[in-house]
Every structure is written in structure tokens, then in C-alpha cells.
């Protein structure tokens, strides 16, 4: 970190207490270090103690005189190599992520161009909040990098998600070379992942069909999500109204069949599936060349199964890490859990589903379920969903693969007595 010029933003949490350390731990790698403290954490730490380890005169008010008639917020926004801020509150989360400006900390954030780093710190159920995940999204979406939060005991006596990292732990994060920090980012980087989503539609005649209620938002918030962790997507999409997220091409089908044969000719080098088409069951074993008339107070249409693609894929012989769903309108654990096994597949997100369930809506909830684990997902937008669940399966996927070179090395010894 030679030379490197850190501007450290300091927030009202317990976690302040630690950030002399921090400051000492940057110096020590060779930093520079200006601290600039908001209102509520000077009631945690002081300035005379982060101006004596840092070495530099403490700045704390936007309406300080002296600095302030040189233009002093912007020549600090323009002096950065990186604004850290550690802790950072939901308070601080929240405005950055509504761009609001009334201190000298946030107004430095707006004027600056260097990259911004926070550490989090706040109660788990805070952190858990869907107002909290909604603008770590916002900011992990604006390049902002999120450092932890840490899980285990907190200050107020809980347990859970939303302790700071430690100090040494935000100083490696921050030292990390460009490709770990990429990594961090972006999970999926040089990786393929297809995503099926949306209906299908399944003709009885030429203007009628067979299909359900699914929107897609559910896929297509995957395939952003995926995107967004760095990976190549391939969408293939029933019919439905939303547009593709920006940079995906979406392949689009119409019945299971269709959906099946794309799937299948863009399967090679997928290294992760996910199922999150509601795909018909059952076809029209004959579809009418014309519009079925009215004749007979009641009709029936013979109906024959469709291909299951997900299994389908699960069973090939070099297969993708393969996520499936669930749907279920009962039952749900017992259910889903038989899929896993019955399709043979590494995941299964289940959700309960009914109208505005589940279904066409724009939040859900989820159980994750895969041989020795689970994991809830609280109601939540599925825009922040599918990023937590894209997270979860790249760090499955990146289990399996290491588990998978572990085995082939242990095998080793076993093929060179033989030779
Ligand atoms: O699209 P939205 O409105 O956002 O709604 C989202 C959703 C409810 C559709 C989504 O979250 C979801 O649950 N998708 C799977 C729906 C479904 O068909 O579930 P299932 O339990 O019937 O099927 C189990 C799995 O097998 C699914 O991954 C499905 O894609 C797959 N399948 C099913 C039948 C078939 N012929 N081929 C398949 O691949």
C-alpha cells in the first residue's frame, strides 16, 4: 500500500472502538491515512486519539472555516486513492444508496472518483432488514465493494451476521490483489450459466393453449444476478412480458419441446443450470390445424407428458452444477427434498406458490435445500434474492469443483501402483 492515500470515514457504531487498530494496521503497510469522522462516532472514539496514530489533523465538520475556504471537501474527494469506510452503518448504507449529502463524510463520497469500500456493522436483524438489503444492493450495483459483515456474537449480546471485520481482515481485503478483489465481485467470472424461465405454452389449436402464470421475473432476476457475478448467460424464455436484462440475448421458445431442444443444443460447456421455468408437465397429443369448435356441451383434450429438462440435464454425463425449483402449493420441505433426489440435481430453491404467490410476483420467499444442508430466504424483492441465491450456488459450485480435485488427487497414488 506504498504511498496509497486513504481517506478512513468513521460512523457511529460500537465497532468504532477498533478503528485506531485499523488506522494503525494501514500505516503500518506503508498508507496514508485521513480520517474523517461523522457526528455520532465521535460520541465512540476520539479525534485526538485517530489524529495521534494517523498522524493527520482529524476532519469531522463540513462547516469547518478554515478548511472549508480552500474548497477542503473537494481537494479530500480528489486527494483519495480509496475511501474506506469502517464501520459503516445502515444509516451511512442508506444514504449513500439515496445519494443525500448533509455531512462532510457523504458529501466527500459524492464528489469523489475513487473507489469506495464499506465495512458494515449492525445488529443482524438490522443488517437482515430488506430496506438494509435493498440499498447493499443498490451500492454493490453502483461498484461499491461490500467488506463482511462478519458473523458471530455482536455488542447487544446476539448472535448472527452484521459484526464488523476485524481490522487486519479489512486491511488484507483492501491489499488484495486486482484479481482476488474481481473474484470477490464477481463469483462467476469465465463461467457459463444457463437459466430457463417464464411459462411454456402448450397449442390445443392455433390461437389456444396449455401454460400458467409464471411472469419470468423470477428467471430473469437469476440472470441478471448471474451476470452481474461475472458470468456468461444463456436465458432461454417461455413467453412473457418483461424485457431481458440488459447485455443477456434471451433465447426464446414457446412449448416444453422447444425449450428442451434449445436447451440441449447449448448445453456443452455450461458449467451451471438453473430451472427456473415453469415448464407444462403434459402437451395436447393432437394439436387442431383449425379454431376447435363448439359442438358438445363438454370436451376433453388427451394430454401426453412432456420431456423433463431438468433432469434431462442433471443425468448427462459430464454435467452442469444443476439448480432446480420447486413449486409447490403444499408440503413444501417433503416435496421438494423428493425432487432433489428424484432429478438427481446439486439444489432445489423451493416456494410456496398460488395466485400472486410465488407466481407473477414481484417479492418471494425460499427454502434451499441440497444433500447435507439448507438454507431460508425471507420474503424479499427477487431482484435481492437471486443475488443472495447466485451467491449460494457459486459457493456450492466452487465447493464441488474443490472437492472434485481433491478426490482426483487422492486417486493419484491408486493409478501410479497400477502403472
Ligand atoms: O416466473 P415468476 O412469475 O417469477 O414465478 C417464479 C416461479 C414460481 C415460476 C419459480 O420460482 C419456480 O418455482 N419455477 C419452477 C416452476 C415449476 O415448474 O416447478 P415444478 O415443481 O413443477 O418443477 C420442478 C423443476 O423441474 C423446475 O425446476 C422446472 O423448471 C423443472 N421442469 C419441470 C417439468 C418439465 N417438464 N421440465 C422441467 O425442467
Not at 483519495?80 to 463524510?105: H, K, N
Not at 405454452?201 to 457475478?229: C, H, Q, T
Request: aromatic letters at 4%; hydrophobic letters at 45%.
Amino acid at each position: 500500500m506504498n504511498n496509497q492515500k486513504i481517506l478512513l470515514g468513521i460512523t457511529g457504531g460500537i465497532a468504532a472502538y477498533k478503528t485506531p487498530e485499523l488506522v494503525r494496521r494501514l500505516k503500518e503497510r506503508g498508507a496514508d491515512v485521513q480520517v474523517v469522522l461523522t457526528r455520532s462516532a465521535r460520541e465512540f472514539v476520539t479525534e485526538t486519539t485517530l489524529q495521534a496514530v494517523s498522524g493527520r489533523p482529524v476532519r469531522a465538520n463540513l462547516w469547518d472555516k478554515e478548511a472549508e475556504a480552500a474548497m477542503g471537501h473537494i481537494e479530500l474527494a480528489r486527494w483519495a486513492d480509496l475511501v474506506l469506510i469502517a464501520p459503516a452503518t445502515a444509516e451511512i448504507m442508506a444514504r449513500l444508496a439515496s445519494g443525500s449529502a448533509p455531512d462532510l463524510l457523504t458529501t466527500l463520497c459524492l464528489a469523489t472518483e475513487a473507489p469506495i469500500a464499506i465495512a458494515p456493522a449492525m445488529n443482524h436483524v438490522m443488517w437482515s432488514n430488506p430496506a438494509v438489503q435493498e440499498n447493499r444492493e443498490k451500492l454493490t450495483n453502483r461498484g461499491i465493494r461490500i467488506l463482511g459483515p462478519a458473523v458471530g456474537d455482536q455488542a447487544c449480546g446476539e448472535t448472527g451476521p452484521g459484526r464488523m471485520l476485524e481490522p487486519d481482515d479489512i486491511v488484507k481485503a483492501v491489499c488484495a490483489p486486482v484479481a482476488v478483489q474481481n473474484a470477490e465481485q464477481a463469483p462467476l467470472a469465465g463461467k457459463t450459466v444457463m437459466i430457463t424461465a417464464g411459462p411454456t405454452r402448450e397449442a390445443i389449436d392455433p390461437v389456444r393453449f396449455i401454460s400458467n402464470r409464471s411472469s419470468g421475473k423470477m428467471g430473469y432476476a437469476l440472470a441478471d444476478a448471474a451476470s452481474k457475478a461475472g458470468a456468461k448467460v444463456i436465458l432461454i424464455t417461455g413467453p412473457v412480458g418483461i424485457p431481458a436484462p440488459d447485455g443477456i440475448d434471451a433465447l426464446n421458445v414457446e412449448n416444453a419441446k422447444e425449450m428442451y431442444a434449445a436447451v440441449h443444443s447449448n448445453i456443452d460447456n455450461v458449467d451451471i443450470f438453473i430451472g427456473a421455468a415453469a415448464v407444462a408437465d403434459y402437451h395436447a397429443v393432437n394439436i387442431n390445424a383449425e379454431k376447435i369448435k363448439k359442438s358438445d356441451d363438454k370436451m376433453s383434450i388427451e394430454l401426453a407428458r412432456n420431456p423433463d429438462i431438468l433432469s434431462s440435464v442433471a443425468r448427462l454425463q459430464d454435467r452442469p452444477f444443476t439448480a432446480g425449483f420447486a413449486a409447490e402449493t403444499e408440503n413444501l420441505r417433503d416435496y421438494a427434498i423428493g425432487k432433489l433426489e428424484a432429478k438427481n440435481l446439486d439444489m432445489i430453491i423451493a416456494n410456496l406458490v398460488g395466485r400472486n404467490r410465488g407466481f407473477d410476483s414481484d417479492d418471494n420467499t425460499v427454502e434451499v435445500f441440497w444433500r447435507d444442508g439448507e438454507q431460508s430466504f425471507p420474503t424479499t424483492k427477487k431482484s435481492v434474492l437471486a443475488k443472495d441465491l447466485v451467491a449460494l450456488i457459486a459457493r456450492r459450485y466452487r465447493e464441488g469443483q474443490a472437492a472434485e480435485t481433491e478426490n482426483t488427487k487422492t486417486e493419484l497414488p491408486a493409478i501410479m501402483v497400477r502403472d
